[in-house]
């Protein structure tokens, strides 16, 4: 998902390759290598991962293979072209145990096989002269089913959403997280960087704005308890970033959840919905 918002924001002012897996697999280095010497990026923008918690935690090894050697891959790939790398991290790797804000030097202490795989990946990419980090929040956009569709779409049927009612975090408009990331890599500021639209949200209350601006019935939409929701990977109760480094740079922080998710709301809801204009 977040690639394709990749993809469409850097491709307005870049010269951009989309590589999917048929392109290069990135759990075999050297396809990876070939595509680098083919390309010759000066960027790579890692976003490529197993990205589901409960994946990752019911199968380790494969977890692993993807988000950790697959990092390597890319990184030792880039190395030989003399590319920079941007990565796409994640806030799972902190324990969601802070009751403020993390920051990026909060030291990480993921409680998941998912958390862990992507705080390996970061110390991989930061052996390089010339990386990003960057670690996001949960989620939507174009390109894939997210959170919000998956929602929206099981309310409209009269089906019951069930989601959790306790986890505090924030979220990212990918196309808007895409601007950003751009905006940093073409300044040359490289580092560690949380990224989120600006405000904190429960997963509940990202439903619910979304539901009662696509004019749901909100009877549908349940919020329980993370450990009643039977998943193998555990939930962060908090894991709000403070956006330190990037107001620190000199960047604008992104703009609110709800106006994101605002106009994301305007390209899947029908005419007539209740978003403004």
């Given at each position: ?188 500021r490289c580092g560690l960087f949380h990224l989120a639209n ?80």
């Amino acid at each position: 998902m977040f690639g394709h918002a990749l993809v469409q924001v850097f491709g307005r002012r870049h010269a951009a390759f989309p590589m999917g897996r048929g392109e290069a697999d990135i759990t075999k280095y050297e396809e990876v290598r070939s595509a680098f010497q083919r390309l010759c990026p000066e960027v790579v923008v890692h976003a490529a991962a197993i990205p589901s918690p409960d994946v990752c935690e019911e199968d380790p090894p494969l977890a692993y293979l993807v988000n950790v050697h697959g990092t390597r891959h890319v990184v030792e790939a880039a190395r030989e072209i003399g590319a920079a790398v941007a990565y796409i991290s994640s806030d799972a790797v902190f324990d969601g145990e802070k009751q403020t804000p993390y920051r990026e030097t909060d030291l990480p202490n993921p409680p998941t096989v998912y958390g862990r795989t992507k705080l390996r990946g970061e110390k991989i990419v930061a052996t390089l002269p010339r990386y990003w980090i960057f670690r996001v929040a949960v989620l939507f956009g174009p390109g894939r089913a997210n959170f919000i569709d998956k929602g929206l779409r099981k309310m409209k049927a009269g089906e019951d959403y069930v989601v959790t009612s306790d986890q505090t975090g924030g979220a990212l408009y990918t196309l808007d997280g895409a601007q950003k990331i751009l905006e940093v890599v073409e300044s040359g500021r490289c580092g560690l960087f949380h990224l989120a639209n600006s405000g904190i949200c429960t997963r509940y209350e990202l439903a619910k704005y979304a539901a009662e601006k696509a004019g749901l019935d909100l009877r549908h939409l349940i919020g329980i308890p993370s450990g009643q929701m039977g998943r193998p990977a555990k939930r962060l109760k908090y894991a709000v970033m403070e956006m330190r480094a990037l107001a620190e740079a000199g960047f604008n922080l992104p703009r609110p959840w709800q106006a994101a998710l605002d106009d994301y709301l305007r390209t899947v809801l029908p005419l007539g919905s209740n978003v403004p204009a």
